[in-house]
DNA sequence: GCCAACGTTGGC
DNA sequence: GCCAACGTTGGC
């Protein structure tokens, strides 16, 4: 089982609508790198680290799982939807998608307080430059975190 | 709002 | 295939 890292703005899609909606699909991923972690690496059970961005506090705010495999996003298809792809078809889905279902609330490991741990100085994460809005996270970094958010 | 970093696009 | 221009992300 693998473990990630997945961002969502806040005033998107927070934590709260998460358990509230039982699951999401995470549509309207269109960059590559985090469509292949998606497509090719992750499996039902694998566990998330939900990650608010672009708010007042970054940070993880939850945990969760994958509960469905990677599957065609219908809004590649559809010429209203803000997501659509010209390029893609039906016949040659470019873009996929996976579910995810919460687990549990946590409190808020801010991005500063990650930072400030050397166990987690090498998390995707934290590399410079590094946007991607999905990113494997290391087995021991995960343990490490989940011992945290009990402290 | 700023801006660094990065990905994508498209002309050549 | 190169690379300039442009768009996006996301912390601050």
Redesign the pocket.
Known sequence: MRHWLM?S?PSDYCFDDLVRDGYISWIGV????ARNFMRDDMRVGDGVLF?H???DE?GIVGLAEVSRLAHPDITQFDPSSPYYDP?ATPEAPRWVHVDIRPIRKTRLLA??EI?DCPELANMRLL???????ITPVEPEEWHFILKRLES
């Open positions: 961002k703005e269109r960059n590559y790198q990650y961005s672009s708010c970054p390029k991005l500063p930072r590399q410079r430059g590094n946007r991607l809005s």
